[in-house]
């Protein structure tokens, strides 16, 4: 890349300086640019040159790492592999290498300690985005039936879908089940800012929601989605899960609202709405 840079440069600057020579005696045509002038003319070029190249050359590599399927799992196992070394270091947990997968997450009290377990069901890589949705489709309609079968009413229950590189959530197996049928319509982040505060030790942290989880209907920030947002992330040894707690928001309208752990968040079209569970 500088190679191209400094190649691009040199030859830019001769063809000025040639030209520049075989005018210099022509009255009509003065040569009135300084050194620094042509030194900055040919930056502004080679730059252009560079990332020209940078850009043809990304997207080859997204070309081949989105058609090519082998390519595509072998840099995903290696990026995993890698997470996974710092992940175990810092003590937090991974969502699966494959893009594609359906989780159910259940937080229980066992001896006054909250746990989380979690299902995954997961989809290997295809080129073919229908074939995809397919299996998406498919997997979908068996997990419902067999999260109905099992008596889970006892537990908190959060239910994951993540496709096409966007998240759905839901506390329901059925509401999972229909959303999945929907198109994944975006909406604006309608938070300024999102904190979760221990009651039990006034200790407060900021939550920061990603993009792709914005998605029209979604349900958010339940207490399963609380526990689940501690295990995938690094935290202080001191910041520790407890449901005595609450959500302290404020909106994009500067608005002050509480969420309470029995309650959770649904994403409208430009607005939002508090729900018990």
Known sequence: MFFLFLVSGIFG???????????????????????????????????????????????????????????HNIFDCLYFF???????????????????????????????????????????????????KAIMSNKTTK?????????????????IMKFN??????????????????????VSNPFFSVEYVNLDTDQ????????NIFIEGNEILSNVFIKRLFAYKSMDNYMNFTMNYIIRITDDNFNKVIIKPSQYIVLNKGSYAITDE
Not at 204 to 211: A, G, N, T, Y
């Open 82 to 132: 890698v997470n996974k070394i710092h992940s175990v270091y810092y003590k937090y947990q991974l969502e699966p290498h494959e893009q594609d997968w359906i989780n159910h997450s259940i937080l229980y009290n066992l001896q006054s300690n909250n746990h989380l377990i979690e299902f995954y069901d997961t989809i290997a890589y295809n080129p073919n985005k229908n074939i995809s």
């Open 204 to 211: 407060m942290f900021d939550i920061d929601l990603p993009k």
């Open 13 to 71: 600057s001769v063809m000025i300086y040639r030209f520049a020579s075989s005018n210099m005696y022509k009255p009509t045509m003065p040569f009135t640019l300084t050194m620094s002038q042509i030194i900055q003319n040919q930056l502004v070029v080679g730059f252009s040159i560079c990332n020209s190249v940078r850009t043809n050359i990304e997207l080859y590599c997204k070309n081949v790492y989105e058609r090519n399927e082998f390519i």
């Open 165 to 186: 590189q966007k998240y759905i959530f839901k506390t329901s197996s059925e509401g999972m089940y229909h959303m999945h049928h929907l198109k994944f319509l975006p």
């Open 143 to 159: 997990f419902m039936k067999s999260t109905n079968n099992n008596n889970i009413t006892s537990h908190k229950n959060l239910f």
